[in-house]
């Protein structure tokens, strides 16, 4: 009885020293958070870019959108040779908003960099509605037939703005986010 009553007292001081260095460690042995967040001056937006569909929609729960900001928003529309289109896919369940940090430190990085200061990025992105892709596998096949629909667009578009349209983009940089 005695030795059963000192092995249940060792084993819980040995569970409560455990405890009580791993709650030591936590408070007082910990590293400083090195990621800076981006700032942002002027609200960003996300511009509602048309797409003609032909027949039956299967795509109306979804989105293709112009990621903007500031004044920049005036003449987002204003796709001009050598500027480089991106179209932004989110993930699982996310936000087309999840093109806000990428985009704003691109967008100023060509801004303020006089290397790259000719460097003009636009940022499409999608919204699919927040919808449970990893979950429901039918999603991801429609999704991606809408990916490939608003990818035409974004190259049509800028076919249509460009004088020559011979010399017109034949690709879009595609970024997958999460799932995406």
């Given amino acids: 009885m005695i030795v059963q009553n000192l092995v249940r007292f060792l084993l819980t001081l040995a569970i ?3 405890v009580g ?3 030591f ?23 509602d870019v048309s797409m003609p569909i032909d027949g039956q929609n299967p795509f109306e729960r979804y989105k293709l959108s112009l990621y ?19 179209l932004v896919v989110p993930g699982n369940a996310d936000s087309a908003m999840q093109v806000r940090s990428l985009a704003s430190v691109t967008t100023d990085k060509s801004r303020y960099s006089k290397q ?10 999608i919204s699919f509605n927040r919808e449970l892709t990893g979950l429901y596998g039918p999603f991801v096949h429609v999704q991606t037939k809408y990916v490939q629909h608003a990818i035409n667009h974004i190259l049509m578009l800028f076919r249509k703005s460009i004088n020559e349209p011979e010399k017109a983009p034949q ?5 997958g986010n999460s799932l995406g």
């Avoid at 903007?68 to 991106?86: E, L, M, P, W, Y």
């Avoid at 790259?116 to 992105?125: A, G, L, Q």
Wanted: charged share 15%; hydrophobic share 40%; glycine share 8%.
């Fill in 16 to 18: 409560l020293s455990g």
């Fill in 21 to 23: 260095i791993g709650l």
């Fill in 25 to 47: 460690d936590y408070l007082k042995n910990f590293d400083e958070n090195e990621c800076s967040m981006t700032w942002m001056y002027q609200a960003p937006k996300l511009l």
């Fill in 68 to 86: 903007c900001v500031g004044d920049g928003c005036v003449s987002a529309f204003n796709f001009k040779r050598g500027h480089i289109q991106s």
């Fill in 116 to 125: 790259h200061s000719s460097v003009r990025f636009h940022f499409f992105t």
């Fill in 171 to 175: 690709s879009v940089l595609l970024i």
